[in-house]
């Protein structure tokens, strides 16, 4: 097996050399035996998810070497996905490690035997978002491993060139580490020079804006708050789970009084790995209603939300979607005012954002009909609550 993976990055650097991908590419190699090891544990219907240096887990899951050629000769090199693998993989740094552990969640909650295999590079280690997602994998014994495939090179800067003196992450038991010389540079082969491209390069659209005409029905003097919380009622009944902090204790505002616990998460404080369990559970079958209870933490989570939730479905042509459902309450001086970084309202900016439907209602019929499209819809929705209105 280890040669046929050298032959095969060999075989795509000699195309890419003759001027036949013009598309950034970023190959395997120096790490064929670890790889080898390490996928002698991973089992069909595991899932795995990789990076932008993805061809050598594509092929160990059990991917098709023709397929990943075409893929990479399309421009897709950092954009390999395979949902009958359960193969997923982000060009963008610490992207997926989130989503990991909103899939193990899912996995554990369903009883199912399946694990989540988690390959990141050492320039994620970097980032946040690992440390808040392994602790949570960690807290809730979930299974999943993240394994940090350290090559001492972000871009090509070291690791004690970014940090001063590198120290190692807290021991973690969920994340495992090899270490590697690379065959190749970060991306291409070094050896091309400026290559002159034998094909056009082909450019992918951003998604189409959607903006839904909703169907209102019967007028109704129905009062806003009651709205919102009878569509989270009829949201419980479809078996939707609710995502974020404070839908335990203070029911989001007492909008989830009647949903009961069990479908009511409790998170940490943290936006963004927020974002990636709802992603995550989403993959796996459970329709989660990710809260955040002011427009203006929506921005810690905006790197799940634009990268993935926004465009998964493109990235991936079709191999995943996320159908979320994003209640975000808005602005807000009643009982007391918090300040403008607690009271804002950026609908404005999320739909200029945002490809998937921004939603603002502003009377509670509007609201009943805005949640029903969401229910129904195969896609993400951002419902952007008036807390002035409740």
Not at 30 to 54: A, C, M, Q
Not at 96 to 114: D, E, F, M, N, Y
Not at 128 to 147: D, M, N
Request: net charge negative; hydrophobic share 35%.
């Amino acid at each position: 097996m280890k040669q046929e993976l050298i032959n095969f990055e060999q075989k795509i650097a000699k195309r890419f050399d003759n001027g036949e991908i013009p598309y950034l590419t970023h190959f395997s190699g120096g790490n064929e035996d670890h790889l080898i090891h390490i996928f002698k544990d991973i089992r069909p219907g595991d899932y795995v998810f990789s990076t932008h240096r993805s061809h050598y887990h594509y092929l160990l899951h059990g991917g098709s070497s023709d397929r990943l050629e075409q893929l990479i000769l399309a421009g897709k090199s950092m954009f390999v996905f395979d949902r009958k693998l359960n193969f997923y993989s982000s060009s963008i740094v610490c992207a997926t490690p989130s989503i990991a552990a909103g899939v193990a969640w899912a996995l554990k909650k369903k009883g199912s035997s399946q694990k989540v295999w988690c390959f990141i590079g050492d320039g994620a280690e970097d980032e946040g978002h690992l440390v808040e997602a392994a602790r949570y994998v960690e807290g809730w014994c979930l299974p999943c491993t993240f394994i940090i495939e350290d090559n001492d090179r972000s871009v090509t800067a070291t690791k004690d060139e970014r940090w001063g003196t590198y120290y190692p992450l807290m021991p973690f038991y969920s994340i495992r580490r090899y270490t590697y010389t690379p065959t190749y540079p970060h991306g291409g082969t070094e050896t091309a020079g400026w290559l002159k491209f034998k094909v056009p390069q082909k450019f992918e659209t951003r998604p189409d804006k959607t903006c839904p005409s909703l169907k209102y029905g019967v007028h109704s003097d129905i009062p806003y708050k009651k709205a919102v919380t009878d569509s989270m009622n009829m949201l419980a009944k479809k078996d939707f789970m609710f995502i974020g902090y404070n839908v335990h204790h203070a029911s989001a505002y007492g909008t989830l009084e009647d949903v009961p616990l069990g479908q009511r998460l409790e998170t940490p404080l943290a936006e963004n790995l927020m974002a990636g369990l709802a992603i995550g559970m989403s993959m796996e079958g459970i329709r989660p209603v990710l809260y955040f209870e002011r427009h203006d933490f929506i921005f810690n989570a905006l790197d799940a939300l634009v990268h993935q939730v926004d465009m998964i479905q493109t990235i991936s042509q079709g191999e995943f979607t996320a159908p979320i459902i994003i209640k975000a309450v808005a602005g807000g001086t009643i009982p007391f005012y918090a300040g403008i970084t607690h009271t804002s309202n950026y609908a404005h900016i999320l739909k200029q954002l945002f490809s998937f439907p921004v939603l603002e209602p502003t009377t509670g019929w509007q609201v009943k009909a805005a949640y029903e499209f969401a229910a129904n819809h195969d896609g993400p929705v951002l419902i952007s609550e008036q807390k002035e209105l409740y």
